[in-house]
């Protein structure tokens, strides 16, 4: 049980290194099955030991036979077999949920991404109302601020910030939102807002089908997509996009986050991801974290067809 709980706690303090966290697990569950069969073998030459003191010493010997439940033989021997039992059982259940959280085995969209922003909803959508549009996507502000209405797809809307300045604006526009939560804080602090929500998300995007948009914006959002997935993801953006559309980006430059599924992003691996899918992309610079993160930058890039 020592065991247990120090590999336990290695996997508590390597949050950033999912592999060594399932290779942890792994070592629990398979240390504590040995040592399960380990008792079956020990208890064994304990109860042959016993016989052999009973044949040679019988005035000596001393039986305990037990009268009742917790006093009769093997009892010690079942209650921490079955304690490795449930400790092996717990490591592997973790073990799947780290491999599933990773993207390594099942579907590896966001689902802890989402799970995060369902319980900090209110306490985000604070701090994401309190900055204006202009000030989050200077870019956007002056391309479309004053010009004719386009069509626009804002894939993770969030609290709705953005998307309801882009429809007051003139420009009609789809909220792609996994959260509940954030839906709902949309419709309360946005309530006159002409906007589309849709519960969505990356990288299939299923439930956008014929339309194509002048737009897609995916702000603060591309970091929560597992590496595996970003190309289907860009690849799929694409169908999406009209003939002279643009993709507009903003990445996280910083620290992982495994607890938000918050993946490492470059600018070259995004380039090098819509190459082959004839996308070119233009950088607009490094900001601060607008948030006062000393530790975040963010980079706005725009992807578009030549």
Known sequence: MTLTGGLWFGVSKSETVPLFQVCLLALAAIANLGLLAVLFRLRYVMQRHLEWLETFNADGFVDAPGRGFLTRPFMVRSIFQMLLFLAAATSCVLMIGTMIGTGWIGDASSSRAVAFYERQAKDLAENYELIPFEHAHPLLFNELGGKPPMSILDVGAGTGR???????????VIAVEPTASFRVLATHLHPNSPVQWVDDRLPKLEKMTVQRFDWIVLSAMWMHVHPKDRPAALTRLKTLLAPVGKIYITLRLGPP????????????ELRNIGRPLGLELQEFGEREDLLGRSEIKWQTVVLSQP
């Not at 953005?162 to 009609?172: P, Q, R, T």
């Not at 986050?257 to 070259?268: K, M, N, S």
């Open 162 to 172: 953005d998307v309801n300045w882009m429809a007051i604006n003139g420009h009609s």
């Open 257 to 268: 986050e495994p607890i938000r599924e918050i993946y490492p992003v470059t600018v070259e």
